[in-house]
């Protein structure tokens, strides 16, 4: 399941009673590419959210805390290729 980076214990037990078995946490980075903000204490999401609360490392570590012990994996999500917008050239359509 593709889901949030801010996962309560409770939602978890809620979810895991549905059948969850991973959780790919996403929505956490300010843009694709920047999936670790490096010395912020804490950032937006790129993404539109109703929810507006500023993201922190702690909260993220939270969230996978609760996940393992429920015994759910835990997978944040992270883009090693390309979005499939590829030019000719191979390059990412917005990168020029």
């Known amino acids: 399941?593709?889901?949030s980076y801010n996962v309560s214990?409770?939602?978890?037990?809620?979810m895991k009673e549905l059948g969850l078995k991973w959780h790919e946490i996403c929505s956490h980075f300010p843009a694709f590419g920047n999936y670790h903000p490096e010395n912020l204490l804490n950032w937006r999401s790129g993404h539109k959210r109703k929810d507006e609360t500023p993201i922190t490392v702690d909260?993220?570590?939270r969230t996978i805390k609760?996940?393992?012990e429920a015994g759910v994996g835990a997978f944040p999500y992270i883009q090693v290729t390309g979005d499939g917008k590829e030019n000719k050239?191979?390059?990412a359509?917005?990168?020029g």
């Open 93 to 95: 359509a917005d990168a």
């Open 59 to 61: 909260m993220i570590e």
């Open 9 to 14: 214990s409770e939602e978890v037990l809620k």
């Open 66 to 68: 609760n996940l393992k």
């Open 89 to 91: 050239q191979g390059y």
């Open 1 to 3: 399941m593709s889901g």
